[in-house]
């Protein structure tokens, strides 16, 4: 879910769902050498693609599942997002008992293991899962090799060695790295980092110097100060490498490679990431992004090669010898047990209806959230082209991090990133539409906002896909703030669509995907019919040329009542505060 979700839930709203599907996961033999959990879900997106677990349950089973640790189970479930899952999940098993109990949990293991048998599937559904599951993906763990996805993309997966030689000579991949990049939320736990130093010290000890620069963000402060505590983190820096914050860091561009991303040079950056799109780590369009597991990530800093084998290659070291590295090892948990100083929690007031929460009107970092204004259905008519996104659009295109995170809490500011990363179908650019009331070119949040200022509703029509990526509530927030009514494409991602709702907006799909093509870059928008907004109801859409000419479209979307009432009432959260003022 998102954040929005979790808020108006925790605010006592009802939570709902469209009823998911289910798709399983056999998983079969054992994972071992250098291939790692990472792999599995690598392989998964290469299967299913970015939006084929849309809509679905994802949930892995089988021999092979017994064999997962629970945070390499954790690595596999968090990425789910990248294929659109509405979650993912495991049965409880031994290796999740095995992690409650070494992170201070025994009384939720103990309680799990009471309703042990309702942690998991009946025996019948694993034994046939055809019978239960609307797909089934058989995937055997002995046969599965270390993966590298990308780039831009994290379902276009590639073999490790030959494979990514052919494919990046016919794709004009740079085969140098200058980056190898560990952690984030993905894959940061204490076994993932034990697994990449069991890499570097082997690099050590058989002479070898790194040829990319390593990166490392350990996943928690208990997971800093535990791998601290037993040299992990020294084995990493006696390599050179750099030690981040405990943050998403580079995965979101949170970090100072360059000082003028747009002019910076093409690339390839290998990381342990879950998402690799366009700019998102540095700013960079000709940054190609390969998204591996942490052992892959380590080794091929060693070798600065993308094409790196670890499995079948050998590097020459200092001494001029040929070395080869040994398979990984690591610890599935801290042998000393996890520990931490200061684990950064601060708790709440038991009783806050009391605090007042003050902010400089002056920050540029900090603004309070005034209430929506619902939009009415005359303001739907005359309704301006913002800009019709071509291709992937995802929530980074829409809001991006890096450097504009510090306005996240600015609602005002940050909303001047607003869609500067999609690629406007008409000129195959970024960040330059035209401005229907000038005639003249320029940014998106710049058009928009001079749209705003006369009163104008925009739209803004996009592709599949549309909002793929992290569930940031900031990429429908934003639009909504400078005056977007509407989002019309041919396919939604699901957070994005429910977060559109959210805030008041309109989030619409083409009945029929051709009239895509229709929709030109001086073409002023009528909904004809908004005052019958109603479940289940196609909204008709008048499309009018800029030579007078005119389309009609239909629209579908899936808002039920409730969701009605929140385009209505401006938002979902005028509507909390109307019924708690009650």
């Known amino acids: 879910v998102g954040g929005a979700d979790a808020v108006d839930v925790m605010a006592g709203m009802a939570w709902e769902l469209k009823f998911p599907k289910l798709i399983g996961v056999r998983l079969t033999g054992k994972i071992s050498g250098w291939t790692a959990p990472k792999d599995v879900i690598l392989k998964v997106a290469e299967i299913l693609t970015v939006k084929g677990g849309t809509g679905a349950i994802v949930e892995y089973f089988g021999p092979g599942a017994l064999s997962l640790s629970c945070t390499g189970k954790g690595a596999i479930c968090n990425m789910g997002a990248e294929i659109g899952a509405t979650t993912s999940t495991f049965g409880y098993d031994e290796s999740m008992e095995r992690y409650l109990r070494a992170t201070e949990r025994a009384d939720v293991a103990d309680a799990a293991n009471t309703v042990k048998g309702q942690l998991t599937a009946d025996p019948e559904v694993y034994a046939n899962p055809e019978q239960y599951f609307d797909q089934v993906i058989d995937i055997d763990l002995s046969k599965l090799g270390p993966l590298l996805n990308g780039p831009f993309t994290p379902d276009l997966s590639t073999n490790v060695g030959d494979e990514m030689t052919e494919k990046a000579k016919a794709n004009d991949w740079p085969l140098q790295v200058e980056w190898s990049l560990i952690g984030s939320c993905t894959n940061s736990s204490y076994e993932d980092l034990s697994r990449a130093a069991s890499i570097a010290e082997q690099g050590k000890e058989k002479g070898l110097q790194m040829k990319a620069e390593l990166g490392i963000n350990p996943g928690s402060e208990q997971v800093r100060y535990t791998a601290e505590r037993d040299g992990i983190l020294d084995t990493f820096e006696q390599l050179g ?10 995965c979101i561009g949170q970090w100072a490679r360059y000082s003028d991303p747009k002019n910076a040079p093409k690339n390839s950056i290998v990381h342990s990431f879950n998402r690799n799109f366009a700019k998102r780590a540095d700013g960079n369009p000709n940054t190609h992004a390969f998204v591996a597991s942490p052992e892959i990530t380590a080794a091929i800093a060693f070798s600065g090669r993308l094409d790196f084998n670890p499995i079948t290659d050998t590097l020459i070291n200092e001494n001029g010898e040929e070395v080869k590295f040994d398979e990984p090892t690591g610890w599935e948990l801290p042998p000393k047990g996890f520990e931490v100083e200061d684990a950064g929690y601060l708790a709440p007031d038991e009783d806050g209806s009391g605090l007042e929460v003050k902010v400089d009107p002056s920050s540029e970092r900090l603004q309070l959230l005034e209430p929506f204004v619902p ?44 869609l500067i990363g999609a690629v406007n179908a008409f000129n195959k650019k970024t960040n330059f539409v035209k401005n229907q009331l000038t005639g003249e070119y320029g940014g998106v949040p710049d058009t928009q906002r001079a749209y705003k200022a006369a009163n104008i509703k925009s739209i803004v029509v996009g592709d599949h896909n549309y909002g793929e990526g992290s569930s940031r509530e900031h990429a429908a927030m934003q639009p909504r703030h ?37 929709i030109q870059e001086d073409d002023t928008f009528n909904f004809i019919d908004i005052a019958d907004f109603a479940p289940g109801k196609p909204l008709t859409l008048e499309v009018i040329h800029a030579d007078g ?34």
């Open 375 to 418: 939009i009415e259905p005359e303001q739907l008519q005359g309704v301006k082209l913002l800009i019709k996104a071509f291709g992937k659009c995802t929530t980074d295109h829409i809001s991006m991090a890096g450097p504009w995170l510090r306005f996240r809490g600015h609602l005002d500011n940050i909303a001047n990133n607003t």
């Open 482 to 518: 400078l005056g977007v009514a509407a989002v019309l494409v041919k396919s939604f991602a699901r957070i994005h669509e429910t977060n559109l709702k959210k805030q008041g907006m309109l989030g619409l799909t083409f009945a029929n995907e051709n009239d895509y093509d229709l």
């Open 549 to 582: 000419s005119k389309d009609m479209i239909m629209a579908n979307h899936t808002y039920n009542e409730s969701q009605i009432g929140w385009f209505k009432e401006g938002s979902a959260l005028n509507v909390i505060k109307r019924e708690n003022a009650a």
């Open 241 to 250: 490498a750099k030690i981040f914050t405990n943050a998403c860091g580079p």
